[in-house]
Structures are given as C-alpha cells and as structure tokens.
C-alpha cells in the first residue's frame, strides 16, 4: 500500500510510523487530521514550535499519540522509579550511549546512513542516539526541563551532520547533567543519578545486557533489564533484581508525555552556535546571547543549506 492507501484505510485505527525523523512530524499530522491515532518512532525533528503543533493537533482531533522510546515503560523503570524516590532530590546526572568503533567505517560516518546524513536525521546522532541519554535525563529530572543547556564538545562530518556531542545541562536548585553519544567510541549505554542520600545506576540502558556483550535486544524484541544498582552513601553497591519484560509490549500499553525534544533542539542549537549557551525560560522562550527566541532551531540549516535540485 502507498503511504496515501494507508490514511485513506477506513480499517486503520492506529498508526506505527517509522519514517526518518526528517519526514515523520509532516506524516504525523496527515495521519492526525484523518483521524488516526499515532504511534511514533523516536526521535523528533523539527522545531519546539513544529513539534508542538503536532500533540496539539492531537489533542484537538481526539487522537492518542504515542512516543516510541520504550525503555522507561518496562517493569525495571517502574522499580527504580519506587527506589528513586527514596534517594532524596536528584543532584546529578550522567548518561550516555556511543557505540560504532570498529563497527562502522568511514563512508558510513559522512553520511552513508540514516543517522549521519542530515537530510534524512537532522539532528544526527544527537537525534538517533543522544535521544537515549536525554530521555535518561528527563526522567530522572521528573520531566523538568533545564534552565540551561551548552554543547561543550561537538563534532560534525562532511556534510554538517552531528556524530559527536557532549552537553551540559543546568536544573533549578542546582541540579545539572551531562550527556554524550558518538559514533566513534566503544559501545556504552549508561547512566547514574545522582542524589542526596546514594546513587542509582544502569549499564545497559538500550541493549548490551549488564555489560556482558550481548546484543540481542538489537536484533529482536527488547526483552530484558532485569537489574539496576543502588549504591548508599558511603558508596556500597547493591545489585537489585527485577521482573524480565517485553519493552515493546509494555509501551503499547501506556502512553507517556515528555519534554525531552525541547531539550534535545537546545542542545543542538548550542552545536550549531559552537558552544553558545541556550538558557530556556519559563515563558517557553530560549535565550542566547542576549537574544530572545521564540523557538528553536532559529533556522532550519540544512534546507537552508542544501541547494535546490
């Protein structure tokens, strides 16, 4: 069937959309306005404002649209949620995902795949695989969003796309964190929070079971996460055991609302700006410099940037 024999279906209730992220919010809303309910793979691209309009013709159509991250709706989450709450105020975050040493080659990295070439993933691997980190973040901040958010480091290929990325981000009350995805390191899929009375800590956010090198979660269902470690505050560790899950299975069934591609185009505006802060306010509004936006990315750089064929 043809993406139009898909809308045009009266016997399609729900919609799982995959496109590439470059494509997917235009989808969204032509799925929306025919009455579909979505469910969306991750991650977004666009601006804030872009995505924005895309819940909220939701909201507006009566439809329910789903986020395709599934590692927070699996029974360890809902552990660690009880075990966070605790650990008193969330201090500090560091989370990370990079793989792609020995995996990929040079060709690959300059945009012969869907994550390095930004016309089919904008933001690059910030979008593809800095998305994990983030959401790690967002979650363990209860969805708050940062007040501030700087790309330290920053690498791009050839053709402008985003392969490396470090960012800082700042929380109310002096809560910070600190991501970072490449695809030219050594597979890591991590985070720890930090709190006031231990630490909670996972080393197999998506795939990689316990460090142990399998990947099988990559290949099929994502079935697993089966331990997470508590350490106290004088820096003993305590492996807690849960319920082995299908992700896919236990995300179908909930529905989760998030803030973390504000936090994402933040991030990737600050890359874009090499290093700039972006403070985000209240209001919604994003300064930089001085300067108020309403909005962000201020621009759409790789139209912008790409000559018309």
């Known amino acids: 069937m043809t993406h139009d024999e898909v809308l045009a279906e009266a016997g399609a209730e729900v919609l799982y959309i995959p496109l590439p992220s470059g494509v997917r919010n ?8 025919a009455g579909k309910h979505v469910y969306s793979e991750k991650p977004h691209s666009g601006t804030v404002a872009e995505f924005r309009q895309v819940l909220d013709l939701a909201a507006a159509r009566g439809r329910q649209w789903m986020d395709g991250t599934m590692w927070y709706h699996s029974v360890r989450t809902r552990a660690m949620e009880e075990a966070l709450a605790k650990l008193g105020p969330v201090r500090r975050v560091a989370a990370s995902f990079t793989w ?3 995996l990929v080659d040079q060709a690959w990295i300059d945009g012969g795949n869907g994550r390095t070439d930004p016309a089919r993933e904008p933001f690059g691997m910030l979008g593809d695989s800095g998305h994990y980190p983030i959401s790690a973040v967002a979650w363990a901040f209860a969805w708050e969003l940062p007040v501030r958010a700087q790309a330290l480091h920053c690498k791009r290929n ?3 796309a985003v392969i490396t990325c470090e960012a800082f981000l700042w929380f109310k009350d002096g809560g910070r964190a600190v991501i970072d995805t490449t695809c030219e390191g050594p597979h890591r899929s991590q985070f720890e929070v930090m709190c006031d009375r231990g630490v909670l800590k996972v080393d197999d956010l998506v795939g990689g079971q316990g460090r142990s090198g399998n990947f099988s979660a990559y290949e099929g269902p994502f079935v ?26 236990r995300l179908v ?3 989760v609302e998030s803030v973390r591609h504000t936090i994402m185009c933040a991030i990737f505006e600050s890359c874009m700006r090499e290093g700039a802060a972006v403070e985000l306010t209240a209001e919604g509004a ?14 759409n ?7 018309e064929q």
């Open 26 to 33: 235009a989808f969204m809303r032509r799925a929306l306005e």
């Open 100 to 102: 792609g040493n020995g």
């Open 158 to 160: 050839k053709v402008g």
């Open 224 to 249: 697993g996460s089966t331990r997470f470690v508590l350490g106290d505050h004088m820096g003993k560790d305590t492996v807690v055991e849960v319920e082995a899950c299908d992700h896919e299975n």
């Open 253 to 255: 069934q909930e529905f």
């Open 286 to 299: 994003f300064r930089i410099g001085g300067e108020t936006f309403p909005d962000l990315p201020t621009r």
């Open 301 to 307: 750089w790789w139209e912008a940037a790409t000559p």
